[in-house]
Protein backbone atom coordinates (compact mmCIF):
# COMPACT_ATOMS: atom_id res chain seq x y z
CA UNK A 1 0.00 0.00 0.00
CA UNK A 2 1.31 3.37 -0.80
CA UNK A 3 2.17 5.66 1.82
CA UNK A 4 0.79 9.26 2.48
CA UNK A 5 3.69 11.68 1.95
CA UNK A 6 3.87 12.98 5.64
CA UNK A 7 5.09 16.86 6.40
CA UNK A 8 7.23 15.99 9.52
CA UNK A 9 8.57 18.79 10.04
CA UNK A 10 5.52 21.02 10.05
CA UNK A 11 4.39 18.14 12.57
CA UNK A 12 7.19 18.41 14.83
CA UNK A 13 6.84 22.48 14.80
CA UNK A 14 2.55 21.43 15.33
CA UNK A 15 3.50 19.36 18.26
CA UNK A 16 5.70 22.04 19.79
CA UNK A 17 3.24 24.93 19.05
CA UNK A 18 0.28 22.43 20.76
CA UNK A 19 2.19 22.12 24.29
CA UNK A 20 3.11 25.52 24.51
CA UNK A 21 0.23 27.03 23.11
CA UNK A 22 2.40 29.21 22.11
CA UNK A 23 4.63 30.14 18.77
CA UNK A 24 6.94 32.66 20.19
CA UNK A 25 7.65 29.88 23.03
CA UNK A 26 7.54 26.91 20.09
CA UNK A 27 9.77 29.57 18.11
CA UNK A 28 12.67 29.18 21.15
CA UNK A 29 12.26 25.57 21.31
CA UNK A 30 12.99 24.66 18.20
CA UNK A 31 15.70 27.75 17.21
CA UNK A 32 13.31 29.25 14.56
CA UNK A 33 11.58 32.70 14.70
CA UNK A 34 7.66 32.87 15.63
CA UNK A 35 6.89 33.59 11.89
CA UNK A 36 8.44 30.70 10.04
CA UNK A 37 6.36 28.53 13.22
CA UNK A 38 3.27 30.10 12.06
CA UNK A 39 4.26 30.25 8.33
CA UNK A 40 4.83 26.20 9.06
CA UNK A 41 1.59 25.86 10.71
CA UNK A 42 -0.25 27.31 8.07
CA UNK A 43 0.99 25.44 5.39
CA UNK A 44 0.26 22.20 7.64
CA UNK A 45 -3.79 23.57 7.92
CA UNK A 46 -3.59 23.54 3.94
CA UNK A 47 -2.14 20.19 3.78
CA UNK A 48 -4.69 18.61 6.75
CA UNK A 49 -7.18 21.12 5.60
CA UNK A 50 -8.27 21.77 8.85
CA UNK A 51 -8.01 24.59 11.35
CA UNK A 52 -5.32 23.71 14.40
CA UNK A 53 -5.40 27.10 16.65
CA UNK A 54 -7.62 29.71 16.92
CA UNK A 55 -7.13 32.85 18.61
CA UNK A 56 -9.18 33.82 21.88
CA UNK A 57 -9.00 36.71 24.60
CA UNK A 58 -6.76 34.18 26.52
CA UNK A 59 -3.75 33.62 23.79
CA UNK A 60 -4.02 30.02 21.71
CA UNK A 61 -6.43 27.52 22.08
CA UNK A 62 -6.25 24.16 19.86
CA UNK A 63 -9.43 22.88 18.11
CA UNK A 64 -10.94 19.87 18.68
CA UNK A 65 -9.56 18.59 15.21
CA UNK A 66 -5.73 19.29 16.46
CA UNK A 67 -6.88 17.78 19.60
CA UNK A 68 -8.48 14.48 17.96
CA UNK A 69 -4.85 13.91 16.32
CA UNK A 70 -2.31 15.02 18.86
CA UNK A 71 -2.08 11.94 21.26
CA UNK A 72 -1.42 9.69 17.94
CA UNK A 73 1.10 12.11 16.64
CA UNK A 74 3.23 12.00 20.05
CA UNK A 75 2.89 8.72 20.12
CA UNK A 76 4.18 8.18 16.72
CA UNK A 77 7.31 10.72 17.51
CA UNK A 78 8.11 8.50 19.94
CA UNK A 79 8.18 5.77 17.94
CA UNK A 80 10.55 7.41 15.64
CA UNK A 81 13.38 8.02 18.38
CA UNK A 82 12.99 4.15 19.36
CA UNK A 83 13.45 3.35 15.64
CA UNK A 84 16.32 6.20 16.04
CA UNK A 85 17.89 4.69 18.79
CA UNK A 86 17.66 1.36 17.46
CA UNK A 87 19.34 1.95 14.20
CA UNK A 88 21.92 3.80 16.41
CA UNK A 89 22.43 0.66 18.70
CA UNK A 90 25.49 -0.13 16.85
CA UNK A 91 27.35 2.48 17.57
CA UNK A 92 27.84 1.12 21.24
CA UNK A 93 27.99 -2.07 19.87
CA UNK A 94 31.21 -4.30 21.45
CA UNK A 95 31.36 -6.82 18.20
CA UNK A 96 33.36 -5.88 15.42
CA UNK A 97 33.96 -7.09 11.78
CA UNK A 98 36.64 -6.32 9.55
CA UNK A 99 37.74 -7.58 6.16
CA UNK A 100 41.75 -7.23 5.90
CA UNK A 101 44.36 -9.25 3.48
CA UNK A 102 45.57 -12.35 5.80
CA UNK A 103 49.39 -11.02 5.20
CA UNK A 104 48.77 -8.13 6.20
CA UNK A 105 46.55 -9.06 9.10
CA UNK A 106 49.64 -11.64 10.45
CA UNK A 107 52.43 -8.92 10.11
CA UNK A 108 50.47 -5.64 11.21
CA UNK A 109 47.16 -5.61 12.27
CA UNK A 110 46.79 -8.23 14.60
CA UNK A 111 49.18 -7.37 17.22
CA UNK A 112 47.94 -4.29 17.30
CA UNK A 113 44.14 -5.60 17.67
CA UNK A 114 45.57 -7.98 20.62
CA UNK A 115 46.98 -3.81 22.14
CA UNK A 116 43.44 -2.35 21.52
CA UNK A 117 41.62 -5.49 22.82
CA UNK A 118 43.57 -5.59 26.35
CA UNK A 119 42.53 -2.30 26.51
CA UNK A 120 38.89 -2.92 25.74
CA UNK A 121 38.58 -6.32 27.08
CA UNK A 122 34.85 -6.96 26.26
CA UNK A 123 35.18 -6.52 22.75
CA UNK A 124 34.65 -9.16 20.32
CA UNK A 125 36.20 -9.47 16.73
CA UNK A 126 35.15 -10.93 14.17
CA UNK A 127 37.63 -11.33 10.55
CA UNK A 128 35.80 -12.08 7.39
CA UNK A 129 36.69 -15.58 5.71
CA UNK A 130 37.10 -12.89 2.81
CA UNK A 131 39.33 -10.23 2.23
CA UNK A 132 37.33 -8.91 -0.18
CA UNK A 133 34.28 -9.36 1.27
CA UNK A 134 31.66 -6.38 0.58
CA UNK A 135 30.24 -4.12 3.41
CA UNK A 136 26.68 -4.88 3.06
CA UNK A 137 26.82 -8.35 2.30
CA UNK A 138 29.33 -8.98 5.19
CA UNK A 139 28.03 -6.43 7.54
CA UNK A 140 31.38 -5.18 7.91
CA UNK A 141 32.49 -2.64 9.93
CA UNK A 142 35.61 -1.56 8.42
CA UNK A 143 38.07 -2.81 6.13
CA UNK A 144 41.79 -2.60 5.34
CA UNK A 145 42.78 -2.19 1.89
CA UNK A 146 45.79 -2.05 -0.35
CA UNK A 147 44.52 1.14 -2.43
CA UNK A 148 45.73 4.67 -4.09
CA UNK A 149 43.06 6.31 -1.57
CA UNK A 150 39.64 6.10 -0.04
CA UNK A 151 37.97 6.70 -3.16
CA UNK A 152 34.39 6.68 -2.52
CA UNK A 153 34.49 5.71 1.08
CA UNK A 154 36.31 7.22 4.11
CA UNK A 155 39.38 6.44 5.20
CA UNK A 156 42.76 6.33 7.16
CA UNK A 157 46.13 5.53 5.81
CA UNK A 158 47.63 3.34 8.04
CA UNK A 159 51.19 3.36 7.12
CA UNK A 160 53.07 5.57 4.17
CA UNK A 161 53.16 3.85 0.92
CA UNK A 162 56.50 2.31 0.48
CA UNK A 163 58.02 -0.38 -1.35
CA UNK A 164 60.71 -2.15 -1.21
CA UNK A 165 62.98 -5.15 -2.86
CA UNK A 166 63.75 -8.16 -0.76
CA UNK A 167 64.99 -11.95 -0.89
CA UNK A 168 65.92 -14.44 1.86
CA UNK A 169 69.70 -14.89 2.29
CA UNK A 170 71.44 -17.16 -1.13
CA UNK A 171 68.30 -17.02 -2.60
CA UNK A 172 68.42 -16.94 -7.07
CA UNK A 173 68.70 -13.85 -8.69
CA UNK A 174 64.96 -14.39 -10.60
CA UNK A 175 61.80 -12.68 -10.16
CA UNK A 176 58.46 -13.50 -7.83
CA UNK A 177 55.57 -11.68 -9.70
CA UNK A 178 52.28 -10.91 -8.45
CA UNK A 179 49.19 -8.60 -9.59
CA UNK A 180 50.03 -5.35 -7.72
CA UNK A 181 53.92 -5.03 -8.18
CA UNK A 182 54.95 -7.48 -11.10
CA UNK A 183 58.73 -8.48 -12.28
CA UNK A 184 60.62 -5.17 -13.53
CA UNK A 185 60.92 -5.15 -17.27
CA UNK A 186 63.62 -7.27 -19.00
CA UNK A 187 64.11 -8.96 -15.58
CA UNK A 188 63.36 -13.12 -15.43
CA UNK A 189 60.26 -14.04 -13.74
CA UNK A 190 60.90 -17.65 -12.12
CA UNK A 191 57.79 -17.61 -9.67
CA UNK A 192 54.10 -15.99 -10.80
CA UNK A 193 51.89 -15.59 -7.68
CA UNK A 194 48.39 -14.50 -6.91
CA UNK A 195 48.37 -12.60 -3.91
CA UNK A 196 50.85 -10.74 -1.18
CA UNK A 197 50.57 -13.52 0.85
CA UNK A 198 51.82 -16.10 -1.21
CA UNK A 199 54.40 -13.47 -2.58
CA UNK A 200 55.60 -13.07 1.16
CA UNK A 201 55.78 -16.98 1.61
CA UNK A 202 57.63 -17.88 -1.65
CA UNK A 203 60.47 -15.17 -0.76
CA UNK A 204 60.65 -16.68 3.00
CA UNK A 205 61.21 -19.91 1.23
CA UNK A 206 64.41 -18.47 -0.77
CA UNK A 207 62.40 -19.29 -3.89
CA UNK A 208 63.45 -15.28 -5.91
CA UNK A 209 63.26 -11.78 -5.05
CA UNK A 210 60.64 -9.71 -4.90
CA UNK A 211 58.67 -6.25 -4.67
CA UNK A 212 56.36 -5.56 -1.45
CA UNK A 213 55.24 -3.40 0.80
CA UNK A 214 57.28 -2.23 3.59
CA UNK A 215 55.19 -2.77 6.46
CA UNK A 216 54.94 -6.53 5.38
CA UNK A 217 58.08 -7.48 5.54
CA UNK A 218 59.82 -4.69 8.42
CA UNK A 219 59.81 -7.82 10.99
CA UNK A 220 61.66 -10.54 8.37
CA UNK A 221 63.66 -7.53 7.59
CA UNK A 222 64.16 -6.64 11.47
CA UNK A 223 65.19 -10.26 11.64
CA UNK A 224 67.35 -11.29 9.40
CA UNK A 225 64.77 -13.51 7.28
CA UNK A 226 64.97 -11.52 4.68
CA UNK A 227 67.20 -8.66 2.73
CA UNK A 228 66.99 -5.47 1.21
CA UNK A 229 67.57 -5.23 -2.30
CA UNK A 230 67.85 -1.38 -2.07
CA UNK A 231 66.76 1.38 0.09
CA UNK A 232 62.31 1.50 0.43
CA UNK A 233 60.44 3.77 -2.30
CA UNK A 234 57.69 5.69 -2.13
CA UNK A 235 54.56 4.17 -4.29
CA UNK A 236 51.06 5.21 -4.19
CA UNK A 237 49.37 2.06 -3.19
CA UNK A 238 49.08 1.97 0.30
CA UNK A 239 47.49 -0.12 3.43
CA UNK A 240 44.41 2.41 4.43
CA UNK A 241 41.61 1.49 7.14
CA UNK A 242 38.10 2.03 5.22
CA UNK A 243 34.38 2.11 6.24
CA UNK A 244 31.51 3.75 4.30
CA UNK A 245 30.27 7.09 6.09
CA UNK A 246 27.82 5.71 8.38
CA UNK A 247 29.93 3.32 9.75
CA UNK A 248 32.97 5.90 10.04
CA UNK A 249 30.55 8.00 11.87
CA UNK A 250 29.84 4.91 14.73
CA UNK A 251 31.73 5.67 17.93
CA UNK A 252 32.96 2.11 18.66
CA UNK A 253 34.33 2.58 14.71
CA UNK A 254 36.37 5.82 15.46
CA UNK A 255 37.61 4.60 18.69
CA UNK A 256 39.50 1.91 16.48
CA UNK A 257 40.80 4.04 13.92
CA UNK A 258 42.45 6.38 16.72
CA UNK A 259 43.57 3.37 18.37
CA UNK A 260 45.27 1.70 15.02
CA UNK A 261 46.02 5.15 13.43
CA UNK A 262 48.00 6.83 16.91
CA UNK A 263 45.49 9.75 16.49
Known amino acids: MKRTHLPLNALRVFDAAARHLSFTRAADELAVTPAAVGQQIRALEDVLGVVLFRRTSKGLELTGEAEAGLDALRE ?16 SSSNY ?14 PRLAG ?9 IQIAA ?19 GPGELEGAQLEPGHRVVVAAPGAPDGWISW ?13 S ?8 SSALAGLGRVTLPLPLVAEALADGRLEALG ?28 FLTGA
Open 231 to 258: EPVECRRAYWLLAPRPQWRQKKVKALVD
Open 179 to 191: PTFETPDGEKTIL
Open 97 to 110: AIAAPREFYAQWLA
Open 116 to 124: FRKENPDIR
Open 76 to 91: GFLHFEESVQAMQAGQ
Open 193 to 200: VGSAGQAL
Open 130 to 148: SEDAEFTEANLDLAVRLVE
